[in-house]
């Protein structure tokens, strides 16, 4: 079961770029990394899945070394209603023939003004 | 964008009643998840079920709780005597494919008395 280890809270200004890493020390070869952000009573919400390297959409970056025992969700120009808790996760690996996600306890964002 | 429902949104119950906890996921999913999240907690894996059958349960998803199918779009999370510490949020999930990304509904708040 691969662990992961985020920063339990960070603050950032409106307009910064915003960098959370993630560490997943015993990750598996067949594990994807993925981050889900979570409003106060919502469900989590997929931000951006990724295996190695870069990866990129119209909402962050993802950045994992060649090693994968880490990884980097890359917020660029934040702003308030970024405000959340941001999960980095590794799936369980397919040990029954489903994918379960472990969330941890995330990294709660503030942004400010 | 196609979302997960999940009714009702609050549920108030007394202690040792049964609740349902209805869920309509992603109409072409056949993954299917429920988690749940304790006030100030973090997200926690109940129970996966994939081909009418539930694939993994973690060791909350003990034998009050059961999940089932009932038609092709309904998936249900049963609490048969409720206690007061299963007072959460709880989430439904679903994906379409294994290890692919999963989306969450919006939670069913469920206050024991």
């Known amino acids: 079961l691969a662990k992961t280890t985020q920063p339990i809270s960070m603050d950032s200004y409106e307009g910064q770029e915003v960098n959370i890493t993630c560490s997943h020390n015993?990750?598996?070869?067949?594990?994807?990394i993925t981050w889900y952000q979570q409003f106060p009573s919502q469900g989590p919400r997929f931000i951006i899945q990724?295996?190695?390297t870069k990866v990129t959409n119209e909402v962050a970056s993802l950045f994992i070394p060649a090693d994968r025992k880490s990884s980097t969700l890359s917020l660029p120009r934040v702003s308030l209603s970024d405000t959340a808790v941001y999960y980095c996760?590794?799936?369980?690996?397919?040990?029954?023939?489903?994918?379960?996600?472990?969330f941890g306890t995330g990294t709660r964002l503030k942004v400010l003004a | 964008e196609p979302e997960v429902t999940q009714t009702p949104s609050h549920q108030v119950t007394q202690m040792g009643q049964e609740v349902i906890l209805r869920c309509v996921p992603i109409?072409?999913?056949?993954?299917f998840y429920w988690y749940r999240q304790i006030l100030g907690q973090k997200v926690e894996f109940l129970v996966s079920?994939?081909?009418?059958?539930?694939?993994?349960k973690s060791e909350i998803f003990d034998d009050q709780f059961s999940v089932e199918r009932p038609d092709g779009s309904n998936f249900t999370l049963k609490i048969r005597s409720t206690k007061l510490e299963d007072s959460a949020m709880y989430f439904c999930?679903?994906?379409?494919?294994?290890?692919?990304?999963?989306?969450f509904g919006s939670g069913t708040q469920l206050s024991v008395l």
């Open positions: 109409s072409n999913h056949l993954y």
């Open positions: 996760l590794v799936g369980d690996g397919m040990t029954s023939g489903t994918y379960k996600y472990i």
């Open positions: 999930a679903s994906s379409r494919g294994v290890e692919e990304k999963l989306f």
């Open positions: 990724g295996y190695k």
């Open positions: 079920f994939y081909n009418n059958e539930i694939s993994e």
């Open positions: 015993n990750i598996a070869t067949n594990d994807y």
